[in-house]
């Protein structure tokens, strides 16, 4: 295979393999360090071009393979890497101390998108002027919020006021991961089970247990 000049590869290909050895490795083909000249000559008789794969390994690995068909392999196993790298970017929304029901369920819709396509979310109450008074009230919300959205979504940190702004985080659930709800559920049904077992077995203790006999005066 002609390789052009202009062009700089990635890898070293055929002549531009200057080392006097490498280890060839291939499909069908076992590996052994040979003279590069060598396995030049191996490469042309198999039809295939000897390419540099590992040029800091001592001697230097090279592969036996069409060059155009090993590109498209790299460019495959690094499309498919990037497509296994998630993404995740934060979001905000922004809410007011007195946010309306409907502006309330219209952001609490945003966040849900967000969290399912992975990406975390923060939310915040900001306090305009006096409006500070009412940070109680701006608790409540982020609360409710965290609470909507307990299905798909953790809590990262609590409500946090910095300045005039009550932010809490949250990032998306993963799946088959409990809600905090449920964890005390079963942590619950767990205590409860175990109270249970200790309560039969000492029931069956005291019934095993040999009965007094009572003295009969007579």
């Keep these: 295979m002609k390789i ?4 700089q590869p990635q890898y070293r290909v055929n ?7 490498v280890r060839i490795v291939g499909e069908g083909v076992e590996s052994v360090v040979m003279n590069t000249h ?3 000559l191996l490469a042309e008789g198999k039809g295939v071009d000897l390419v540099e794969i590992s040029p800091n390994a001592n001697p230097p690995v090279c592969r036996l393979i069409e060059y155009s068909k090993f590109l498209y392999q790299q460019k495959k196993k690094a499309k498919e890497m990037k497509a296994k790298q998630v993404k995740v970017e934060l979001k905000e929304i922004r809410f007011g101390p ?7 369920n219209f952001k609490l819709k945003h966040a849900q ?3 399912k396509d992975g990406n975390k979310v923060k939310a915040y109450v900001f306090f305009k002027g006096r409006s500070i008074v009412f940070k109680e009230q701006g608790e409540v919300l982020l609360l409710r919020f965290a609470n909507d959205l307990e299905d798909i979504a953790k809590v990262e940190n609590m409500p946090v006021l910095e300045g005039k702004r009550m932010s809490i985080m949250l990032s998306p659930r993963k799946p088959g991961q409990p809600k905090k709800s449920q ?5 619950e049904k767990r205590t409860q089970s175990e109270t249970n077992e200790i309560k039969v077995s000492s029931e069956t203790v005291l019934s095993s ?3 007094e006999e009572k003295e009969i005066e007579e």
């Design 4 to 7: 052009d000049k202009k062009k």
């Design 113 to 115: 998108e967000f969290l």
């Design 183 to 187: 964890q005390r559920t079963d942590a």
């Design 98 to 104: 007195q946010t309306a029901e409907a502006d309330y």
């Design 209 to 211: 247990a040999p009965k």
């Design 15 to 21: 002549e531009q393999i200057h080392v006097k050895e």
């Design 38 to 40: 060598e396995a030049l």
